[in-house]
C-alpha cells in the first residue's frame, strides 16, 4: 500500500482498472487500488496533523482539540492584503456567547487592538509594553503599582487643547474615597488650583514661598571671632530661584567686641547674583550701613554697642543649598555680645 497524489492515483487507477475488454483486471488490482486510496486520503478517525504534506489548507472553520502550533519562523495572519480584519475571540459563559478580544486589521499601517468584553478584563503579565521604542498610549484608568516615571522634558497634560480638566487625587481613609487635591484647567492663561479634601490638608512648598525662621535660643559670643549659626536660623533653597531676604537681629553689645554678621552657607548653596543691604543701630542711631553681593560677605563689623542688626535686599541662586546667617565678635573681647532668642530670618521667592 502507497500513499500517492492525486495525479498518481488517476494514473493508477487508469491502469490498473482499465476497459475490461480483455479481461485483464483481477481482484489484486483493484484491491491495490483500494488500498491506495485509503492510503492516500485523510481518515478524520485515526489521522492527525502529522499526516497532512506540508502546504496550504483551506478551510471556514479550524476546530483543535489540542494545540496549533506554528514552526518557526511561520505566523498566523489575515488571508489578504486588502482591508481584512483577524479577530480573536473567546467564549463567555456570563453572555454563553464567543466574544472578541483582539482584532488584527490591515492598513496603510496594520493595527491590533485589544479590547476586553463588558464583562472582562485584559491582562498583560510580567511584561514590558513599549520597550526601547516607547509610542503613544490612551488608556481610561492608568494604575502604577510603584512609580509613574516621566523622561526629562515630558509633561502630565490634559488630553486636549480645549477645555479639559486634569485632577489630582488622593485617598481618603476617613470617607473612603479619591479627593481632589489639585486641578489643572486649561484656559486663556492654565491654571492649577490646589484644594485640601475635606478630612485633610495641602502644603505648598518651595512654589512662590515664603518662609521665616525664628531664632529657637540666644547666641553669646564671648572672647570669641568665630562665626556660628543662630540656631534656627536656616533655610533650604532651590537652584535658579529669585528671593527676597530680610534679616532682624536683636542683641546686646559693648564697644569693644561689636557684632559681625554673614550671610553664608555651610552646603552647597551658591549665588549667581546678589544686591543686599546691611544696618547696624544701637537704638534709633546707625552705626554703620553695608552693601553686600555675595555670600560670605559682612553685612555688620562694627565694634560699637549695637541693639539690632537688620539686611534686606535679594539674591538669585546658582546652586542649590542652605542658607544661613551666622555671627561672630566683630573683635574678641570679654565683654560678651549676644543674638537673642526671637530674632528671625524671613526668605520669599519671587520666581
Known amino acids: ?27 489484486a488490482d483493484v484491491r491495490q487500488v483500494q488500498n491506495d486510496t485509503a492510503d492516500s ?16 489548507i483551506q478551510c471556514t472553520t479550524i476546530s483543535a482539540s489540542g494545540d496549533i502550533t506554528l514552526n518557526n519562523g511561520f505566523a498566523l495572519k489575515t488571508d489578504t492584503t486588502t482591508a481584512h480584519a483577524f479577530t480573536i475571540e473567546g467564549y463567555e459563559t456570563t453572555t454563553s456567547a464567543y466574544v472578541t478580544i483582539a482584532t488584527l486589521t490591515n492598513g496603510t499601517t496594520a493595527t491590533l487592538a485589544i479590547n476586553p468584553s463588558t464583562n472582562g478584563a485584559c ?61 489643572v484647567t486649561n484656559g486663556t492663561i492654565p491654571t492649577l488650583a490646589l484644594a485640601s479634601s475635606a478630612t485633610g490638608t495641602v502644603s505648598i512648598k518651595d512654589v512662590v514661598r515664603k518662609d521665616c525662621v525664628v531664632s529657637t535660643s540666644t547666641l553669646t559670643k564671648t572672647s570669641d571671632t568665630t562665626l556660628a549659626l543662630v540656631p534656627g536660623l536656616s533655610v533650604a533653597l532651590t537652584a535658579g530661584g529669585t528671593y527676597r531676604i530680610s534679616v532682624h537681629l536683636e542683641g546686646t553689645g559693648a564697644n569693644s567686641g561689636g557684632l559681625k554678621a554673614v550671610l553664608a552657607t555651610a552646603d552647597t548653596l551658591t549665588l549667581t547674583s546678589g544686591l543686599l543691604r546691611g544696618r547696624n543701630r ?42 544661613e546667617v551666622q555671627v561672630a565678635q566683630a573683635t574678641s573681647n570679654a565683654t560678651s555680645s549676644t543674638v537673642t532668642q526671637g530674632s528671625w530670618l524671613e526668605v520669599k521667592r519671587l520666581s
Do not use: K, W
Not at 41 to 56: K, Y
Not at 137 to 148: C, E, I, M, R, W
Not at 152 to 169: E, M, N, P, R, Y
Open 123 to 183: 491582562t498583560i503579565d510580567n511584561s514590558t509594553i513599549g520597550g526601547s521604542v516607547p509610542a503613544a498610549g490612551t488608556f481610561t484608568t492608568l494604575q502604577a503599582n510603584t512609580s509613574l516615571t516621566l523622561a526629562s522634558g515630558t509633561a502630565l497634560q490634559t488630553d486636549t487643547t480645549t477645555a479639559h480638566t486634569l485632577f489630582i487625587s488622593g485617598y481618603s481613609t476617613t470617607n473612603a474615597a479619591y479627593e481632589p487635591l489639585a486641578t
Open 282 to 323: 544701637n537704638g534709633t542711631a546707625d552705626n554703620a550701613s553695608t552693601l553686600i553681593t555675595a555670600l560670605g560677605s559682612d553685612f555688620s563689623n562694627a565694634t560699637t554697642a549695637y541693639t539690632d542688626v537688620t539686611l534686606e535686599g535679594t539674591i538669585v541662586v546658582n546652586a542649590a543649598g542652605t542658607l
Open 41 to 56: 486520503c485523510f481518515n478524520l478517525v485515526t489521522d492527525n496533523f502529522g499526516s497532512i504534506p506540508s502546504g496550504a
Open 1 to 27: 500500500m502507497t500513499a500517492l497524489s492525486r495525479t498518481a492515483l488517476e494514473s493508477e487507477i487508469s491502469s490498473l482498472i482499465a476497459d475490461n475488454t480483455s479481461g485483464n483486471i483481477t481482484p
